[in-house]
Structures are given as structure tokens and as C-alpha cells.
């Protein structure tokens, strides 16, 4: 039996996440108070404490998600056969394949997220998750729309999460009501993640990345971008900095990772929305939780 970790993206965050960990164990305090000096404001209180709104800012929700996950990834013995993080997740599971340290990866997470909340509000944008559609027919629609709008996610069969301008959205969202969409659903996001509007967040983290120094990991590490599993430290900072302006290739991922003798899965990190994926992947693998 081959084990995976996964890891979630933003969007699963919620107030008091992590607070359970940092009263019960002095490693994650530890970790969490590193964490504080080195973003150079106390994430701590707005995970613990905050509102949603406070906890909803971008710059603000990379980081949250990103310490909640690899905290509790420190806590669990064991080690994976291979992992995997949902855009964002990414740096959680090069953090747990040793690819990076908590460190280095929690400044490109910051630098990640400023810079993509810059993009934001730069260009106003937006995403909607369509239902019941195959992944080439969403693709086709936005193709005949002059307006920036693509796929972002390729979650799972039949769901896929398009982003775009907000008119691109709104005209999307038509379009494939038209083409028999079950349903699309606008999402409550700052802006169009994973399309040409994050460009500039792009180059932004392209060169922290390429100025931070990668591992080999000790598992394969399935990424975004293509859906493969890498091990090369090179490939790895490619593909993590291409992962900005292009689809997540997460149905992919789960594929590749069954095909690879996966049978047992475990999200690490706030939320299920990875284990609701799995279900819908496969009735034949184990499903866990940790958070």
C-alpha cells in the first residue's frame, strides 16, 4: 500500500484554525512564532482570533493555509510515498518532501501572496465553477470568448473552476449554461488565479524562486502544472513558477497518483475539499483527513 499526502489551497481556511495545535504542542508554537517574525506581523492572532474578512485578504490566507498544513504535516509520523498540494498546497508538500525548508518556502508563500494580491487589485477579476460539463467543452466555450477567461482548475470530472475578467466570467457563464452546464457558480475570490491576469505575480515569484535553493526531494512531488510527479529541483522551480498563469491539473494529479499504486490518501490541512475530490475519483482508495 502506497501512501499519499495531499494538501489543500485558499479557500479551506477558517478562524481558529491551528489554535488547537499551537496550545497542545510546544513544536508548533515554536513554529507558529517563527512564523510571525519572519512575515513580520502576527498571523498567529488573525488565525486564532480574526474575522473572516481579516482572514479572507489574500496576502493574508496563503500564509494561514500554508502554516495550518505544514504544521500539521510536522505532527504526523511516517512518511509519504509521494505528495501533492492544490495550487497554493504545493508549498506544503515541497515543505514535506524536504524539497524546501518551513523557512525559505514560507517567504515565497508571502512574496506569493502580496504579489498576487497586487495582481488583483491591478485587475479586477473573477472565477466561477462550472458543473457538469467535460474539461475539453469548458475549454471550448472560453476559447470563443474575446475576453481573458480560461480554465483554472481541472478539480475532477465534471467541475472545473474558470477565471477571466468579469465580463469574461459573466459571458462564460452564459455560454455554458448554453452548452448544458448543470451549473455555474461565481466564487467569492479577489481575482482570476491561474490565468494570464497573474502575470505579474508571476515574475514576481519567479525571481524569489529562482534566488531560494530547492532540494531533491525524498518522495516524488506531483505538481500543478502537469500533473506528473518530479523529483529534479530545476523541473520542480519551473513548474512552480508556471503553476501562476496556468491550470491546475489536479484531476491529473489524482489520476497519476492512483496509476502509480496509490491507495491510500491523506489531506493535511484545514477543510475537505481534496477528500471530496478523491470520492468523486475513485471508490477504491482510502480517503483520510488531518486537521
Not at 518556502?105 to 465553477?129: F, I, Y
Request: charged content about 25%; proline content about 5%; hydrophobic content about 40%.
Amino acid at each position: 500500500m502506497k501512501k499519499a499526502f495531499v494538501f489543500p489551497g485558499q479557500g479551506s481556511q477558517f478562524v481558529g484554525m491551528g489554535k488547537d495545535l499551537y496550545e497542545s504542542s510546544p513544536r508548533a508554537r515554536e513554529l507558529f512564532d517563527k512564523a510571525n517574525d519572519i512575515l513580520g506581523f502576527d498571523i498567529t492572532n488573525i488565525m486564532f482570533e480574526g474575522t473572516d474578512a481579516d482572514l479572507k485578504q489574500t496576502k493574508v490566507t496563503q500564509p494561514a493555509v500554508f502554516l495550518h498544513s505544514v504544521i500539521l504535516a510536522d505532527s504526523l509520523e511516517g512518511v509519504p510515498d509521494m505528495v501533492a498540494g492544490h495550487s497554493l498546497g504545493e508549498f506544503s508538500a515541497l515543505v514535506a518532501s524536504k524539497t524546501l525548508d518551513f523557512e525559505d518556502a514560507l517567504r515565497l508563500v508571502h512574496v506569493r501572496a502580496l504579489a498576487m494580491q497586487k495582481a488583483c487589485e491591478d485587475n479586477p477579476s473573477t472565477m466561477a465553477a462550472v458543473l457538469g460539463l467535460s474539461d475539453e467543452k469548458v475549454k471550448e466555450v472560453c476559447d470563443t470568448i474575446d475576453e481573458v477567461v480560461a480554465p483554472a482548475n481541472y478539480n475532477c470530472p465534471g467541475q472545473v473552476v474558470i477565471s477571466g475578467t468579469m465580463k469574461g466570467i459573466e459571458i462564460a457563464s452564459v455560454k455554458l449554461k448554453e452548452a448544458n452546464a448543470k451549473r455555474v457558480i461565481p466564487l467569492k475570490v479577489g481575482g482570476a488565479f491561474h490565468s494570464p491576469l497573474m502575470e505579474s505575480a508571476r515574475q514576481s515569484l519567479a525571481e524569489a524562486i529562482n534566488n531560494t535553493e530547492f532540494s531533491e526531494p525524498e518522495c516524488p512531488v506531483y505538481q500543478n502544472f502537469d500533473g506528473l510527479p518530479h523529483i529534479d529541483p530545476k523541473e520542480i522551480k519551473e513548474n512552480l513558477i508556471s503553476q501562476l498563469t496556468s491550470p491546475v491539473k489536479w484531476n491529473n494529479i489524482m489520476q497519476n497518483m492512483m496509476s502509480d499504486d496509490c491507495d491510500s490518501f491523506t489531506e493535511v490541512g484545514p477543510g475537505n475539499v481534496l477528500q471530496g475530490m478523491l470520492r468523486k475519483a475513485s471508490k477504491d482508495i482510502e480517503i483520510n483527513g488531518v486537521q
